[in-house]
């Protein structure tokens, strides 16, 4: 039999090495940078970061989030440094990386929903549907964004030349009284503006955005530099875990996340609690950028077939 010092010692020493064991797994785990910025928009979008801050998620995960609003150009301010993700629609993020710019995706935002975005004209036009388009000016809150995409690929479909469709960049707060004293003559209208235009008048919808095949359209998510991942693996890691929790939360508390609104922008909460939501998907999957990338090869908004990004592993 073992001595019974020796049975001690060896005791004492299998405990001393597990708890450095778990001393180190704890050190591994501790995010790099525990300070973190992200960038956003005072709009209905980014619900998840502040639902998360509200919970504690990023709090849970060692991190210190910081919100601050974003310059006209999202991605050069994640590439630049000034933020360490930020919100851009995917169809920016892939034209991004295929122009050779070094981002993974970490988190999405929301997609779009059925009666969250209309295009709309005015209630005498002779715009009845989206074919009536051709030759017009159309107000767009971004050129290569969910509106004018959806709006090209169904004609496209139809063999309708939406070449010819002038597009105008325009401030969604901008859009109805334009389009109402004859400025555009039609407008990509959506929440939370699309609620009050409605019920105000005037205006009518040729078309929901985000029904039939485009309904949970992809819209808005968080990328990283892959030296920022390569830097900083546990501070990305804990993100995800974060924004995966505050997805999940977002997708089963839709009252909790119509209240948050008013804390961030400019709705009122009579007005929060009325909109269509866009939809925060209960998990983020980025098998969708496939359809994202199959739908700009069918516009041609790239000289050859646009390349899809590598992916960050799940934690």
Same mark, same amino acid.
């Given at each position: 039999?073992?001595?019974?010092?020796?049975?001690? @010692?060896?005791?004492?020493?299998?405990?001393?090495?597990?708890?450095? &064991?778990?001393?180190?797994?704890?050190?591994?785990?501790?995010? %790099?940078?525990?300070?973190?910025?992200?960038?956003?928009?005072?709009?209905?979008?980014?619900?998840?970061?502040?639902?998360?801050?509200?919970?504690?998620?990023?709090?849970? %995960?060692? $991190?210190?989030?910081?919100?601050?609003?974003?310059?006209?150009?999202?991605?050069?301010?994640?590439?630049?440094?000034?933020?360490?993700?930020?919100?851009?629609?995917?169809?920016?993020?892939?034209? &991004?990386?295929?122009?050779?710019?070094?981002?993974?995706?970490?988190?999405? @935002?929301?997609?779009?929903?059925?009666?969250?975005?209309?295009?709309?004209?005015?209630?005498?036009?002779?715009?009845?549907?989206?074919?009536?388009?051709?030759?017009?000016?159309?107000?767009?809150?971004?050129?290569?964004?969910?509106?004018?995409?959806?709006?090209?690929?169904?004609?496209?479909?139809?063999?309708?030349?939406?070449?010819?469709?002038?597009?105008?960049?325009?401030?969604?707060?901008?859009? &109805?009284?334009?389009?109402?004293?004859?400025?555009?003559? @039609?407008?990509?209208?959506?929440?939370?503006?699309?609620?009050?235009?409605?019920?105000?008048?005037?205006?009518?919808?040729?078309?929901? $955005?985000?029904?039939? %095949?485009?309904?949970?359209?992809?819209?808005?998510?968080?990328?990283?530099?892959?030296?920022?991942?390569?830097?900083?693996?546990?501070?990305?890691?804990?993100?995800?875990?974060?924004?995966?929790?505050?997805?999940?939360?977002?997708?089963?508390?839709?009252?909790?996340?119509?209240?948050?609104?008013?804390?961030?922008?400019?709705?009122?909460?009579?007005?929060?609690?009325?909109?269509?939501?866009?939809?925060?998907?209960?998990?983020?999957?980025?098998?969708? $950028?496939?359809?994202?990338?199959?739908?700009?090869?069918?516009?041609?908004?790239?000289?050859?077939?646009?390349? $899809?990004? @590598?992916?960050?592993? %799940?934690?």
């Amino acid at each position: 039999m073992m001595p019974a010092m020796l049975r001690v @010692a060896l005791a004492v020493a299998t405990s001393t090495f597990c708890l450095s &064991a778990m001393s180190a797994a704890a050190q591994q785990a501790t995010p %790099e940078k525990p300070n973190i910025t992200i960038g956003v928009f005072p709009t209905t979008n980014y619900g998840v970061v502040y639902i998360s801050l509200k919970q504690g998620f990023f709090r849970d %995960e060692g $991190l210190n989030v910081t919100p601050r609003v974003m310059g006209a150009n999202p991605i050069a301010g994640i590439v630049g440094g000034d933020f360490d993700t930020g919100g851009v629609t995917w169809t920016a993020f892939l034209l &991004a990386t295929n122009r050779g710019i070094p981002l993974l995706p970490l988190s999405e @935002a929301d997609r779009g929903a059925k009666g969250q975005t209309h295009i709309m004209v005015k209630e005498d036009s002779s715009i009845k549907s989206l074919d009536d388009l051709v030759g017009k000016k159309v107000a767009v809150v971004t050129l290569g964004g969910a509106c004018d995409m959806i709006i090209n690929d169904k004609l496209r479909e139809r063999k309708v030349d939406y070449k010819k469709i002038g597009y105008t960049v325009m401030g969604v707060p901008e859009m &109805a009284p334009t389009l109402l004293r004859g400025g555009v003559d @039609a407008a990509c209208i959506p929440e939370p503006a699309y609620t009050p235009v409605a019920a105000q008048g005037g205006l009518r919808s040729i078309y929901d $955005l985000f029904s039939d %095949e485009y309904d949970k359209f992809p819209l808005i998510g968080f990328p990283v530099t892959e030296q920022f991942a390569k830097n900083n693996p546990n501070t990305v890691a804990a993100l995800q875990r974060a924004l995966a929790k505050g997805l999940a939360y977002a997708n089963n508390n839709p009252q909790e996340l119509r209240a948050i609104f008013p804390t961030y922008t400019s709705l009122s909460p009579d007005l929060a609690g009325k909109i269509t939501l866009s939809f925060n998907p209960p998990k983020s999957d980025f098998s969708f $950028l496939k359809s994202i990338a199959d739908l700009m090869d069918r516009l041609q908004m790239l000289p050859g077939k646009t390349r $899809l990004p @590598a992916l960050l592993p %799940e934690k």
